[in-house]
């Protein structure tokens, strides 16, 4: 017997069923080993006052749209389900874009924003540090005792960048892997994006240009509350078995 079936059927069968057709979150992929690690970061970090995530530099590499996004896969699913990893699009850091940026900030401000020339190696990226880490520490503020962030990427982890950081004094806090939700620039990379004015922007130049100026223009409030969002971010991980949050 051959049936043949609508797409309008197959999607009100679907809503009748309590579905939605929503855009899959992008998460990166999370396997056992890194969400144990991710677990156990979160159980050292949970109760440490605010001063202590007030000494942290956050730091991160980001590219900018200039034309668009990538496309969204969409996916059926329910109400509070978002987070289950049918329904993750699974996404590696830094696809696609036109421009790339190195930047860092603390509690009390911003620090440098810096453009990336090419494909960042370890040795460049030792250049970046040398000519903003110490600049951003001096224009923050910081204490000597400041603790440095930065993800697991291979260039941060290089023989080369641990040298660097070693000989410069410089303390850093261990990472979990695959833990973009646990690091708040993540959230300011995404509120540059959508604060930057594009208006005259019609190439690379102008538009770090507008990069750069929205970048001076983020309100500090919001930096605060970014950082005690630390906290929150950490439980959320501890809930979810060290797992995907919803950060």
């Not at 000494?55 to 991160?60: G, I, V």
């Not at 440098?112 to 030792?126: D, S, V």
């Not at 930065?150 to 040298?163: C, E, F, I, S, V």
């Not at 410069?168 to 708040?184: A, C, G, H, M």
């Amino acid at each position: 017997m051959n049936l043949t079936v609508s797409s309008r059927t197959v999607r009100r069968k679907l809503r009748e069923s309590g579905l939605k057709s929503v855009f899959a979150l992008k998460r990166p992929f999370i396997n056992k080993i890194n969400k144990k690690k991710r677990f156990e970061f979160a159980k050292k970090y949970a109760n440490m006052p605010l001063d202590f995530w007030k000494k942290l530099l956050w730091s991160d590499e980001s590219k900018f749209e200039l034309f668009g996004q990538k496309r969204r896969s969409r996916v059926w699913r329910k109400p509070g389900e978002a987070l289950k990893e049918v329904n993750i699009q699974k996404a590696v850091k830094h696809g696609g874009g036109n421009i790339m940026v190195w930047g860092c900030f603390a509690w009390s401000g911003i620090g440098n924003l810096a453009r990336i020339e090419g494909i960042m190696t370890a040795e460049g990226y030792i250049d970046i540090l040398c000519e903003n880490l110490e600049e951003s520490i001096l224009k923050l503020d910081l204490e000597n005792n400041f603790i440095f962030q930065q993800d697991n990427d291979l260039k941060h982890k290089a023989k080369k960048t641990t040298a660097f950081f070693k000989s410069n004094k410089v303390k850093l806090l261990e990472w979990p892997p695959q833990s973009p939700d646990l690091n708040p620039i993540e959230n300011l990379w995404a509120y540059l994006d959508g604060n930057v004015d594009k208006t005259n922007v019609s190439d690379k130049t102008s538009y770090y240009a507008a990069l750069q100026k929205a970048w001076e223009e983020i309100d500090p409030e919001y930096l605060k509350k970014l950082v005690e969002s630390m906290p929150r971010r950490l439980e959320a991980v501890l809930k979810a078995k060290g797992g995907h949050t919803k950060y």
